[in-house]
Nanobody, 124 residues
Framework: QVHLIESGGGLVQAGGSLKLSCAAS????????MGWFRQAPGKERDFVAK????????NYGDSVKGRFTISRDNAKSTLYLQMNSLQPEDTAVYYC?????????????????WGQGTQVTVSS
């Protein structure tokens, strides 16, 4: 059974930083492309970042480019999201996901496994 467990969320002031982690089990992590998404109250789940199984082919949503960095450690089966210069509009529940289909990586439908999410709240 696949489990993706996010951690590292919390409350931070605008301009601050957080680093999210996603621990994976039940799958061969090094064989899977991974992504981060976020969902604010009343809004759709939005693409944040993706990384291929080898740690390359990085891609970011327009709103986080230059501020967020996705990375992974295959030896630890862990995905990361370093978030800098956080702004109130970054407030959302952040989800990690494992890509299981050939659909484009920016769409949630490409991912078959999801974590439970971690709350990030940025105060102004």
């Amino acid at each position: 059974q696949v489990h993706l467990i996010e951690s590292g969320g919390g409350l931070v002031q605008a301009g601050g930083s957080l680093k999210l982690s996603c621990a994976a089990s039940g799958l061969t992590f090094s064989n899977v492309d991974m992504g981060w998404f976020r969902q604010a109250p009343g809004k759709e789940r939005d693409f944040v970042a993706k990384i291929n199984r080898w740690g390359g082919d990085l891609n970011y949503g327009d709103s986080v480019k230059g501020r967020f960095t996705i990375s992974r450690d295959n030896a630890k089966s862990t995905l990361y999201l370093q978030m800098n210069s956080l702004q109130p509009e970054d407030t959302a529940v952040y989800y990690c996901a494992a890509k299981t289909s050939p659909l484009v990586a920016q769409t949630p439908q490409a991912y078959g496994y999801w974590g439970q999410g971690t709350q990030v709240t940025v105060s102004s």
